[in-house]
């Protein structure tokens, strides 16, 4: 019989299993939420010409993810204490309020925090290494240290992956999901386009060295990658726990003497 997201939710990792106990996977995404927030608030403490223009820093895809990635993983400390507040209290009212906080947060995974997340990593340090004037200019080291590009940047990609590990996640359908994601690049890509129109400024150097049959592939291409990320991130996900399980029905197979 399969569980559902909530009964996952309340039943605590067995001592056989390789999954951290509870509390360890609650100050987790508490230290994790922290971390966002810290670098959230050192990125707008920053005082660049770029976030004085027009959209200031909600016109950058990394602030936009910033935001997503720390709302999501606020979301996940809510759950944990819903969760904990719930258990035992044989209230149906907060179990129903739980599993609405169990569905966004699921959501929030599949459709945002891991495509745009990872499509934020991939994309930035492809384009860096290529030639970095044309996503992240030098003169941006004597704005931002080393540690807040990382924070921005690289570690985005493992502290999904540990949220991935340590709790189960219902993603919705392959054509609601796809729908999704693509309403959301859509979407950012509209609001680049009106950012160009009202400045004259692209907010990213490359769109300014490309063409419009040019601008209008890249556009493309980002939108199919970010889709590609959202399947991708079902698959990871399918197959984690997918393993867990194998991992749980062999310890308690009985041993043949």
């Known amino acids: 019989m399969k569980m559902t997201a909530m009964t996952k939710e309340m039943t605590p990792a067995s001592p056989g299993l390789a999954l951290p106990p509870r509390a360890a996977q609650e100050v987790l995404r508490v230290a994790i939420l922290l971390s966002y927030c810290s670098i959230l608030c050192n990125y707008k403490a920053i005082e660049m010409p770029a976030h004085k223009t027009y959209g200031g820093s909600w016109k950058f895809l990394t602030f936009i993810d910033l935001v997503i990635q720390t709302v999501f993983f606020g979301i996940c400390v809510l759950t944990d204490l819903s969760s904990l507040l719930t258990r035992g209290s044989g209230s149906q009212e907060q179990e129903r309020q739980l599993k609405k906080l169990i569905s966004l947060r699921d959501w929030m995974l599949a459709v945002l925090a891991f ?3 990872v499509f934020v990593v991939t994309a930035f340090w492809s384009i860096y290494m290529y030639d970095r004037e044309m996503v992240y200019p030098k003169l941006l080291d004597n704005f931002i240290p080393a540690w807040l590009n990382h924070g921005m940047h690289t570690t985005v990609v493992p502290f999904i992956l540990i949220e991935m590990r340590t709790a189960h996640h219902q993603y919705p359908s392959k054509k609601y999901g796809i729908a999704a994601v693509s309403t959301f690049a ?8 009106w950012v160009h129109h009202v400045t004259g400024i692209w907010v990213y150097p490359l ?9 209008i592939a890249f556009f493309g291409i980002a939108t199919i990658l970010m889709n590609l990320l959202y ?5 990871v996900n399918n197959y984690i726990w997918d393993t867990q399980k194998s991992m749980e029905e062999s310890k308690e197979r009985p041993k043949l003497e």
């Open 115 to 117: 495509p745009i997340g």
């Open 186 to 193: 859509f979407g950012y890509i509209l609001w680049v386009c």
């Open 207 to 215: 769109l300014a060295h490309i063409g419009p049959g040019a601008k």
């Open 231 to 235: 399947l991708l991130g079902e698959v």
